[in-house]
């Protein structure tokens, strides 16, 4: 199970963080993603960590805005958001799987309930 929290309302240039606990699982073997999906849009991938080479990979549109980090002894990750824009509005989701490319691809079975960024001009 995931469960998210954080979100809200933030101006543009301002900074919101994201939390994903997760519970059922391997943690330390666990990959994590975050997706948002925006009105009419097409979800996107935002952050990957690979449990299998311990990478995160980010999308270029949140490249050196956004981070993630994980506190295993919590089973909690969180994606840090910097320096947001209007278009980073969204709906963002956690996604977590022990098979990497499951959450690559966004077809892990295992979703947060998703949270709502809204980034005002």
């Known amino acids: 199970q995931l469960v998210q929290s954080g979100g809200g309302l933030v101006q543009a240039g301002g900074s919101l963080r994201l939390s994903c606990a997760a519970s059922?699982?391997?943690?330390?073997?666990?990959?994590i993603g975050w997706f948002r999906q925006a009105p009419g849009k097409e979800r996107e991938g935002v952050s990957c960590?690979?449990?299998?080479?311990?990478?995160?990979y980010y999308a270029d549109s949140v490249k050196g805005r956004f981070s993630t980090s994980r506190d295993n002894a919590k089973n909690m990750v969180y994606l840090q958001m910097n320096s947001l824009k209007p278009e980073d509005t969204a709906v963002y989701y956690c996604a977590a799987d022990h098979q990497t490319r499951t959450v690559v691809f966004g077809t892990t079975p295992y979703w947060g309930q998703g949270t709502q960024v809204t980034v005002s001009s």
């Open positions: 059922g699982f391997t943690f330390d073997d666990l990959s």
């Open positions: 960590f690979s449990s299998s080479d311990g990478n995160t």
